[in-house]
Nanobody, 115 residues
Framework: QVRLVQSGGGLVQAGGSLRLSCAGSGRSISTWDMYWFRQGPGKERELVASMIWGTMSTYYAGSVKGRFTISRDNANNAVYLQMNNLKPEDTAIYYC????????WGQGTQVTVSA
């Protein structure tokens, strides 16, 4: 059974950093297109960052550009989201998604940024 297992997240003060991990279980995700989404309180889920396997191109939402970095670690079958200079408005549940013929979602992890 293929699963994406998330870790990281938690509570941090504004200006701090966190790293989210999304590890593949049951199959290699090295050739998958990978995405990070988030859903803040009372908000719709939004795309934060993505990495397309074929071109290795990356995308960042304007609100996180220059602060967040998506990266891939094939040796550990994982994708990361490094989040620096966090702001209270980054508070949300963060989800990873992997796509290879079909979509797989991680279980979500809470990130809370205090002012």
């Amino acid at each position: 059974q293929v699963r994406l297992v998330q870790s990281g997240g938690g509570l941090v003060q504004a200006g701090g950093s966190l790293r989210l991990s999304c590890a593949g279980s049951g199959r290699s995700i090295s050739t998958w297109d990978m995405y990070w989404f988030r859903q803040g309180p009372g908000k719709e889920r939004e795309l934060v960052a993505s990495m397309i396997w074929g071109t290795m191109s990356t995308y960042y939402a304007g609100s996180v550009k220059g602060r967040f970095t998506i990266s891939r670690d094939n040796a550990n079958n994982a994708v990361y989201l490094q989040m620096n200079n966090l702001k209270p408005e980054d508070t949300a549940i963060y989800y990873c998604k992997g796509t290879r013929a079909e979509d797989y979602w991680g279980q979500g992890t809470q990130v809370t940024v205090s002012a």
